[in-house]
Structure formats: C-alpha cells, structure tokens
T-cell receptor, first 115, second 112 residues
Framework: GAGVSQSPSNKVTEKGKDVELRCDPI?????LYWYRQSLGQGLEFLIY????????KSGLPSDRFSAERTGGSVSTLTIQRTQQEDSAVYLC?????????????FGPGTRLTVL | KQEVTQIPAALSVPEGENLVLNCSFT??????LQWFRQDPGKGLTSLLL?????REQTSGRLNASLDKSSGRSTLYIAASQPGDSATYLC???????????FGTGTRLTIIP
C-alpha cells in the first residue's frame, strides 16, 4: 500500500517568507508526527497529533511554527517569517495509533532551504 | 532530559563481515527502543522495535538487543552486504508520551 507522502520534496524560500509543508499519512493511521532533521541538531521532535485530541506542541521551537491536521488525515506544517536557521529536512511520520507498540512510518521528507 | 548517543559516528567494514552498532541512553525509564536506517535523501525505515520488557528482536540478518538497566542497545548485522550501507539511528520512547528521542546516528559503509 501507499506509504507516508510529503510535498514538496524540496523548497527554497527567501528569509521572511511563509512556507507550508504537507504530509499525507498512511490511510487509517490515527497518529501523525512531525520531526526536523538539521546538521548539528540531529533529528528532533516537533509536534504530534492523535485522533481528535489536542496536539502535543511541546517540540515546536518558536511561535512561528504551527501545524494543523484536517479531518484526521492530511497535516500541514506552517513556518511563518522563515529564518536561515529553519533550513532543515522536515520529516513526517504516522502510526496506527499513538501507543508504545506501534511503529512509526516515515515519509521521505521536505528539504527546506532558507536563503 | 533523555540523551541518546551512538558511537562510532561512522564505520567502514569489508563486505561479509559481521558488525555491531551501539546505542546508549541516559534515562532507563523507556517504553521501547527502535532502530531505523536512513538512506541519503530518503526518510527513515524502521528495522526493529524492542519493547522495554524484551531483551532482543530479530529480523533476517539483523538482531537488536536491549539492556535497559545499563541504558544500552546494540544492533548486530550478520554477513554485511553493500546494500546495508546507510545511516543507522536508534530512538527511545519514554513512558507517558509519544515523543521519540533520536541518537545522532552511525554512518555505515560496507566495502565491496
């Protein structure tokens, strides 16, 4: 079946612009996660959604970052007023449900470059 | 705060050799530990997931062990192949939340 998909695969933007990154999880997966992978920082958690519960936003680095998940499926990560330090690969993952036994399946990521 | 360390950062071995990758974590109160591989420009692929109550998991040529009390996990790869070349990441999940904490990875190169 189809895996987690993300779009765009690459995004180049100018400092100060807003960007939107999209994630389509595996059909039927109720849990969705966003991570960021940058040089020097490794892979860090940003936010996760579980069903209709309020999302855990504790990993978002600043209030310029926000995420939505519409209809319990597709998610959009928005970065406002981008800064050069936002340059990274943004990875999305989904799992059947947010339980300790479920594997997270990752998408290919969106490489964001802020000039 | 949980910290996850992987040593070495890079490893090169000849094809056919068996090898071990190491992962250590500072807080032993984990729910599970997962090993992933990441190919250049690609996302992560889950290899093995070990629950905190388990000691090891096996899949094909891969065997992962977990010693929670000492904060260590190993990934054993038997009869290595060039296709095993990738970056290997371990990640731990704590009790009570869903956030994975990742190690910085080991970049493995298998030399034909």
């Amino acid at each position: 079946g189809a895996g987690v998909s993300q779009s765009p695969s690459n995004k180049v933007t100018e400092k100060g612009k807003d960007v939107e990154l999209r994630c389509d999880p595996i059909s039927g997966h109720t849990a969705l996660y966003w991570y960021r992978q940058s040089l020097g920082q490794g892979l860090e958690f940003l936010i996760y959604f579980q069903g209709n519960s309020a999302p855990d936003k504790s990993g978002l680095p600043s209030d310029r970052f926000s995420a939505e998940r519409t209809g319990g499926s597709v998610s959009t990560l928005t970065i406002q007023r981008t800064q050069q330090e936002d340059s990274a690969v943004y990875l999305c993952a989904s799992s059947l449900q947010a339980s300790g036994t479920d594997t997270q399946y990752f998408g290919p990521g969106t490489r964001l470059t802020v000039l | 705060k949980q910290e996850v360390t992987q040593i070495p950062a890079a490893l090169s071995v000849p094809e056919g050799e068996n090898l071990v990758l190491n992962c250590s974590f500072t807080d032993s109160a984990i729910y599970n530990l997962q090993w992933f591989r990441q190919d250049p420009g690609k996302g992560l692929t889950s290899l093995l997931l070990i629950q905190s109550s388990q000691r090891e998991q096996t899949s094909g040529r891969l065997n992962a062990s977990l010693d929670k009390s000492s904060g260590r996990s190993t990934l054993y790869i038997a009869a290595s192949q060039p296709g095993d070349s990738a970056t290997y990441l371990c990640a731990v999940r704590p009790f009570g939340n869903e956030k994975l904490t990742f190690g910085t990875g080991t970049r493995l190169t298998i030399i034909p």
